[in-house]
């Protein structure tokens, strides 16, 4: 007989994600001065950040340079490998704002997806000066990112 899952903790873990830069000290202008995050601990060829409570270490990689690819989704050309975070709607539409005052590229621009369906969400796509792609998003119902169901094609 299976037990019962154990309860879900109250605070969740902080994530913990290293991505490759082709440079310490131009992803640290991007991490912090762009997207607000802040310094952690630092080597030559690494650096943390604090992304919004969650830990993003950007590892020195000579020559890098991310690959891209892309699929489909509600019509949008979605760069494939990418990371981000789900943001209520009013953190969305600040840092939106904040990358537009600091000029920087969408990819894919801020914007609703998934209309009137159960995964509606304003998302929003970037690359860091190492070609990593970032995703923003904030559900119109937060209840819903985690949600089952199936998204018709």
């Known amino acids: 007989m299976q ?33 607000g995050s802040y310094e952690g601990r630092s080597a030559a060829r690494w650096q943390d950040f604090n992304f919004y409570g969650h830990q993003v270490v950007a590892h020195l990689v000579d020559g890098y340079q991310a690959q891209r690819s892309h699929n489909a989704v509600d019509g949008d050309p979605v760069p494939v490998p990418h990371f981000g975070l789900a943001l209520s709607t009013e953190q969305f539409h600040s840092l939106a704002d904040r990358l537009r005052a600091a000029e920087v590229k969408f990819e894919l621009e801020p914007h609703l997806r998934f209309k009137g369906q159960p995964g509606e969400q304003w998302t929003m796509f970037l690359f860091d000066p190492s ?6 998003k904030a559900m119109t119902d937060p209840g819903n990112l985690f949600a ?4 018709k094609d």
């Open 3 to 35: 037990s019962a899952p154990a309860a879900l903790p109250t605070a969740l873990p902080p994530f913990h994600l290293a991505i490759p830069v082709h440079s310490i000290e131009e992803a640290r202008r991007f991490y912090t001065d762009v997207l």
């Open 131 to 136: 070609g990593n792609a970032l995703e923003f």
């Open 148 to 151: 089952k169901y199936v998204v």
